[in-house]
C-alpha cells in the first residue's frame, strides 16, 4: 500500500486530541440527572481529560456534580438548567463513631442510593458537618461511601440531610465552566452556609475560569471558593441566594470578577479572610439585603473599578471592623464607581468604614441619591482608618459628602 502523505511531513504525529463528549436528550449519554452528568466527567477523566457538553434540558440533581481534572463543563446557555431536588432532614437515632460507615434515621424517606448527604451537629459549640454520598438504604440505615471522619452524636444533635452544592471540587486545578444555570430550589431546601456548600462550591482548587454561568435561588451562597486562587468570573450572575453571591473564601489570591452581577441576595460580593489582590470590574451590585459589597479580615490590595452599587440595603461597600490592626483591610481601592440609593435598611451610607482599614483609595466615583433621601452619607470614615485618600468624586443629591466618626480606642 502506497502511504498518500508528503514524505517530507514525517514528524512523528504524538499529539493526543482530547474527546467531547455530549450528555442528556438527544445525546451520547442519555439522561437528565446528576448521574448521566457524572458519568460523563468520569468518562472523560479516564481518558486523560476533554470537553462535556451538556444538552439543554432541566437536570434533577440528588448530588453533586464532581469536577474532575482536565474535563471542561460546557452548557448550552439558559436552556440548561442543573436544578437541586427538595431537600429531606431527619434526626440521627443511634451514635456513629468516626470510624464506621452508616448511621441510622429516624425517617428514611428521601434518602436513595447515590444521594448527597450532610451529617450536621454542635460540637464543643460549633457547626460540624461531614459530607458524603448514601451508597445503599437499608430500613432506618444509610450507608455510605466512606468511613466517617468525625463522631456523629445524638447528645449534639446529629441529623442527616440531602445537602450538597450543584458543582463541587477539592483539590482539582485547571477547569472552565461555561453557559449553564444552577438553580438551586431555596423555597424548598434548608439552609446550609457557604462554608460547606453552594451553587458552587470548591475548596483548594486553582486556576478556574466561570463564563455565563448563572447561580441563582441557592439557600446559602451562589458562588463559594475557599482557600482557592486565581478563580476568574465572566458575566456570571449570582441571583437570589439567601447568603453570598460571590464569596471569595478565606486566603484566596487574586479572584477576578468582570461584568458579573450579584441581585437580590444577602451580600453581593463578600470578601472573606485574607482574600489579596482581587478585582471587580464593570459589575452590577444591587438589591442585595445588607451589601453591595464588604470587605474585612485581612482582604488587602483588592480593586472596585467601574463598579455599580445601588438599592442594597444596609450599606453600598462595607469595611469591617478588624480584631486588631493588623487584621485589618488595608490598601484597597474604590474608583471610577457609581454607588446609588444605598442603605434604605440602614442610615443611608454608601461606604462605611468600622474600624482600621489603612491606606484605602476613594477616587473618582459618583456618589447619587435618585431623590428619595435614601442614600444620605456618601462616605462614612472611622477614625482608625488612618491614611484614606478621598478624592475627585462627585456628589448629586447626597446630604454629606463625608462624615468622619469619633475613636472608638477606649
Known amino acids: 500500500m502506497t502511504d498518500q502523505h508528503d514524505p517530507r511531513d514525517n514528524r512523528s504525529r504524538t499529539r493526543i486530541l482530547p474527546m467531547s463528549l455530549c450528555v442528556g436528550p438527544g445525546g451520547q449519554i442519555e439522561g437528565s440527572d446528576d448521574k ?36 471542561h463543563i460546557v452548557g ?10 427538595p431537600s429531606t432532614c431527619s434526626a440521627l437515632i443511634c451514635d456513629s463513631d468516626w470510624y464506621e460507615a452508616q448511621v441510622r434515621v429516624a425517617d428514611p424517606t428521601g434518602f436513595d442510593p447515590g444521594c448527597g448527604i450532610v451529617l450536621r451537629s454542635q460540637h464543643a459549640g460549633a457547626l460540624q458537618v461531614i459530607k458524603d454520598t448514601v451508597t445503599a438504604v437499608e430500613g432506618d440505615v444509610l450507608h455510605l461511601s466512606r468511613r466517617l471522619e468525625k463522631n456523629a452524636w445524638l447528645a449534639e444533635g446529629a441529623t442527616a440531610a440531602t445537602l450538597f452544592p450543584l458543582l463541587t471540587a477539592e483539590w482539582v486545578d485547571d477547569i472552565t465552566i461555561e453557559d449553564l444555570v444552577l438553580d438551586g430550589q431555596r423555597d424548598t431546601n434548608e439552609e446550609l452556609n457557604g462554608n460547606y456548600v453552594g451553587g458552587v462550591f470548591i475548596q483548594h482548587c486553582n486556576r478556574y475560569a466561570f463564563r455565563n454561568v448563572v447561580s441563582r435561588n441557592y439557600n446559602g451562597d451562589g458562588f463559594s471558593f475557599q482557600v482557592c486562587d486565581d478563580i476568574h468570573f465572566d458575566h456570571c450572575i449570582a441571583e437570589g441566594n439567601a447568603n453570598l453571591g460571590f464569596h471569595p473564601g478565606s486566603g484566596s489570591q487574586r479572584p477576578r470578577f468582570s461584568d458579573c452581577q450579584a441581585r437580590g441576595n444577602s451580600q453581593g460580593i463578600f470578601f472573606c479572610w485574607g482574600v489579596t489582590d ?15 459589597s464588604s470587605i474585612g479580615h485581612r482582604d488587602t490590595d483588592n480593586r472596585l473599578v467601574d463598579c455599580t452599587l445601588e438599592n442594597n440595603g444596609r450599606h453600598g461597600l462595607l469595611f469591617r471592623q478588624p480584631q486588631s490592626d493588623f487584621r485589618g483591610a488595608h490598601r484597597n481601592a474604590v474608583e471610577r464607581c457609581l454607588f446609588r440609593d444605598n442603605g434604605k435598611d440602614g442610615e443611608g451610607v454608601a461606604i462605611e468604614f468600622e474600624g482600621a482599614a489603612h491606606d484605602v483609595l476613594i477616587r473618582e466615583n459618583h456618589f447619587v441619591d435618585s431623590g428619595n433621601g435614601v442614600q444620605k452619607i456618601a462616605v462614612r470614615l472611622s477614625a482608625e482608618a488612618t491614611g484614606t485618600r478621598i478624592e475627585h468624586n462627585t456628589y448629586e443629591a447626597t446630604r454629606s459628602e463625608l462624615i468622619t466618626k469619633p475613636s472608638q480606642t477606649p
Open 76 to 85: 448550552s446557555g439558559m436552556e440548561t438548567v442543573l436544578q437541586k431536588e
Open 278 to 292: 482581587g478585582l471587580a470590574e464593570r459589575c452590577l451590585l444591587s438589591d442585595n439585603s445588607a451589601y453591595g
Open 36 to 71: 448521566v452528568l457524572q458519568a460523563g466527567v468520569d468518562y472523560l477523566h479516564r481518558l486523560g481529560g476533554g470537553t462535556l457538553h451538556i444538552q439543554p434540558g432541566t437536570y434533577r440533581m440528588r448530588n453533586a456534580l464532581y469536577l474532575r481534572p482536565g474535563v
